[in-house]
């Protein structure tokens, strides 16, 4: 469903993104790994049709982004790592406005607003300005609009930055819902607890080249490391140590 065969983005000299190739399937949840600077964020853009890669293919089901935007989009949902909203809207404003921008029907709208408000604990605060919404509350109403038009693929950019224990856990369950209906989702994180709890497989990105990748089983395979756990292993390979080097 998401696939990136030897995609590249470059700054001038510089390359943030080099080279790389992976696939999530229908169903799986694909953990993103890396440190600040490692290139993250700019796959992630280049997924969502925001940045063009200088080289290499990015499909969107069977849509090349590159070939047909519109359509890729269409059937993807984005979730920022800082998503910007309109304050002076209400929630349910808002949510309305990007069911039009995706040309949902009006009943139809309403009825998958009412379902996502609620899934998301917000039914109590969708007629207050979205200016007056804590981080957190922000961050559940970007996942309802990125939800709202029913997506085959989602992107997700660091969810769970200032959620409360509460908040993390309702995403991480939502997300494992999803998956389980045959949604692909890929999954940027800082936390390494939430990327081994919900993760199918995983890559570990370093200064823009993968650099392992598979099942955690897989990374512990490659380092040749069975006795630690993934935060062990990730701070090893970011620390500039290549699997294969690790003894």
Known sequence: ??????????????????DISLQVQPGEIFGFLGVNGAGKTTTLKMLAGIL?????????????????????????????DRPHLYGK??????????????RIALVDANERIDGLLRDYQLVEWQDELIESYSHGMKQRLATCAA?????????????MVGLDPHGAKLLKDSFRRYAKMGMSILLSTHSLNVAEEVSDRLAILHRGS??????????????????QDLEEMFL????????????
């Open 1 to 18: 469903m998401i696939e990136l065969v030897n995609v590249t983005k470059r700054y001038g000299k510089f390359c943030a993104v080099n």
């Open 52 to 80: 063009r890669p200088s080289a290499g293919t990015i499909k969107i089901g069977e849509f090349d982004i590159r070939e047909q935007p519109e359509q890729a989009k269409a059937i993807t949902g984005y979730i920022p």
């Open 89 to 102: 809207l209400t929630g349910r404003e808002f949510l309305y406005f990007v069911s039009e921008l995706y």
């Open 147 to 159: 939800l709202l038009h029913h997506p085959k693929v989602l992107i997700v950019d660091e969810p």
């Open 210 to 227: 993968i650099v392992s990748i598979g099942t955690l089983e897989d990374i512990k395979r490659q380092a040749g490391r069975f006795d």
């Open 236 to 247: 090893q390979i970011t620390a500039g140590i290549a699997p294969s080097e690790l003894s």
